[in-house]
């Protein structure tokens, strides 16, 4: 740019020398108007090709930039692409990760809640199995004791001997055979006891209530079996070996 400004204004500066030249006191000739445009012309003719090559210069300057432009605005795009592309592709796998994970949660508390079931299954097997040989065990000793104490015990009160261990069926035998002693004693005096006498001695057993309806519907733990006193147990035994025929219902009711 700063030749083509100084090729425009040499011709100026030739019409100046040319017009210095003409006053007296230089001793070059003078020029006329013919002159100066020719040399004005032959400036031009000497320029013109640099100006134009500048000119092709600039212009191939400004399409280069314009291409460098181009070609980084298109590495932009590409790399916001990618960029795009990678956070999705990041996010697609995060979230297949989240449900995977979600997934392997879900079937852990399944596998644990199972677990967690057939160990309470075990328990409470463990424990019924127990108790049972403690009832099995206290029935065959209240039937010993029954068929020993058969004697001494009226016939009326033989079936409440009940007791949850040893000792109670002991202190209901003991009981029971007091009862019956006084019983024995009232018709050795009396002579012939009337079956009203017999009635009145006789002790009754409390009805079922609500609490034993109750027991029907309510499940059991291993815990509440194996804390569970042999009354209870018997009235619940059908249920929790799941038969009908209660065969030690009668043992303590």
């Known amino acids: 740019m700063d030749e083509i400004q100084q090729a425009e204004t040499l011709p100026e500066t030739a019409t100046e020398a040319l017009t210095t030249a003409e006053t007296p006191d230089t001793p070059f000739p003078q020029f006329t108007a013919d002159d100066i445009a020719k040399a004005r012309a032959q400036e031009k003719e000497k320029l013109y090709p640099q100006v134009e090559k500048l000119k092709e210069e600039l212009t191939l300057l400004k399409l280069r930039e314009q291409e460098r432009e181009t070609e980084e605005s298109r590495r932009k795009d ?34 644990q809640s199972q677990l967690d ?94 609490l034993d309806n109750d027991s029907e519907q309510r499940p059991y733990s291993p815990n509440d079996i194996t804390n569970m006193s042999m009354a209870d147990y018997a009235k619940n035994r059908a249920k929790l070996l799941g038969t009908s025929n209660n065969s030690g219902q009668g043992l303590f009711n």
Not at 90 to 105: H, S
Request: aromatic share 4%.
């Open 78 to 111: 590409d790399r916001k692409k990618r960029d795009t592309e990678a956070l999705k592709k990041k996010k697609d796998e995060e979230e297949a990760e989240l449900e995977v994970r979600q997934l392997l949660q879900v079937k852990e508390q399944e596998w």
């Open 117 to 210: 079931n057939e160990r309470q299954e075990r328990e409470k097997a463990f424990a019924l199995l127990d108790q049972e040989r403690r009832f099995q065990a206290l029935t065959n000793y209240r039937s010993m004791r029954l068929e020993q104490e058969r004697d001494g015990i009226i016939p009326e009160l033989i079936d409440m001997i009940q007791g949850n261990n040893e000792d109670e069926i002991e202190q209901s035998i003991s009981s029971l055979k007091d009862k019956s002693a006084k019983i024995f004693d009232s018709v050795a005096q009396a002579g012939v006891q009337t079956r009203k006498d017999m009635v009145g001695a006789r002790v009754t057993v409390p009805a079922s209530g609500p």
